[in-house]
């Protein structure tokens, strides 16, 4: 075998695309958490003036992302119920993107948007091999 099939085949290898999940788990996983402690430390300022996209409550809606944020970032930072916290995230964004502060420009809005996309990502991939998930249901 040559030596540009070999590097293709080491490269072309599905190990890769579990390490690109990996990472992008751990990667959304570690700023989401942060952006959700962010949240926890200002609570006393924000508790009044959040967004109600939901019609809960400041404080409610406050509580729930800030439960998703940090609860589902530390599962997918740790490789378990990726899907299901992955889902969460992704619905958390979308409210985010969509419903939270309507009539802002797109521009407004396009991080949370990207996370969305991220998570959507999570929810289609799983975990893959390089998590608890794997470990502890047998799914890939």
């Given at each position: 075998m040559d030596t540009r099939k070999r590097i293709y085949k080491f490269l072309s290898t599905e190990r890769w695309n579990d390490s690109a999940i990996f990472f992008m788990r751990i990667f959304?996983?570690?700023?989401?958490?942060?952006h959700g402690i962010g949240k926890i430390n200002n609570y006393e300022m924000l508790f009044t003036t959040f967004p109600d996209p939901l019609g809960i409550g400041s404080e409610a809606s406050l509580v729930l992302i800030i439960g998703a944020e940090t609860i589902c970032s530390l599962l997918l930072i740790v490789g378990l119920f990726v899907r299901p916290a992955a889902l969460i995230l992704a619905v958390g964004m979308f409210v985010a993107s969509f419903l939270a502060v309507p009539g802002e420009p797109f521009a407004a809005h396009e991080l949370s948007f990207v996370y969305m996309g991220i998570y959507?990502?999570?929810?289609?991939?799983?975990?893959?091999?390089?998590?608890?998930?794997?470990?502890?249901?047998?799914v890939q």
């Open positions: 959304a996983g570690v700023l989401m958490l942060i959507v990502m999570l929810v289609i991939s799983g975990g893959m091999r390089y998590s608890l998930d794997r470990v502890f249901f047998r």
